[in-house]
């Protein structure tokens, strides 16, 4: 049964991978038509190096996590989407204590492969990090190892 993007968006909201939580997302807003999400991130001390920037790391998974849940909403199935390639621009630092939004796009579904973007931004609007990815679209066998996000 398909969901609707609203409740596609309360059930990927309350069942998170553990990733997601470590990492404090928040998702915004998603489209399954068009393979898009939006979410957000805040720049914890505990993710920054010495500059007080966050760790280019630590954005590249923000960024994968942007676009592999593009990519899951298009699919409109239950699917995981191990990434098997990505590369990353890092376009300006990302600051200690500040949000970080993201928008993931899914550029191409295929049956064995998905290709995907996405982007960071500062709360200015400022392009922090873009990320391009491959990935495989593996149905997801039973409920998978996932959280429920304490409200």
Excluded: W
Excluded at 51 to 57: A, D, I, R, T, Y
Excluded at 101 to 123: H, I, Q, W
Excluded at 135 to 147: A, D, I
């Amino acid at each position: 049964m398909v969901m609707t993007d609203a409740e596609l968006l309360e059930r990927m909201r309350t069942r998170i991978p553990p990733t997601a939580q470590l990492l404090g997302q928040e998702l915004l807003a998603l489209d399954s038509a068009a393979g898009t999400v939006r979410m957000r991130f805040v720049g914890k001390p505990e993710f920054c190096n010495p500059m007080g920037h966050v760790q280019g790391g630590i954005l590249a998974a923000m960024l994968d996590d942007a676009a592999a849940f593009a990519v899951i909403v298009k699919s409109q199935r239950r699917i995981v989407v191990p990434t098997i390639e990505f590369k990353v621009s890092f376009l300006a630092p990302a600051k200690m204590g500040r949000e970080i939004l993201a928008e993931g796009r899914c550029l191409k579904l295929g049956r064995t492969v998905a290709f995907a973007e996405s982007d960071l931004y500062d709360p200015e609007g400022r392009l922090l990090a873009r990320l391009s990815t491959s990935c495989v679209p593996t149905p997801l066998e039973g409920e998978g190892f996932m959280l429920e996000r304490n409200a």
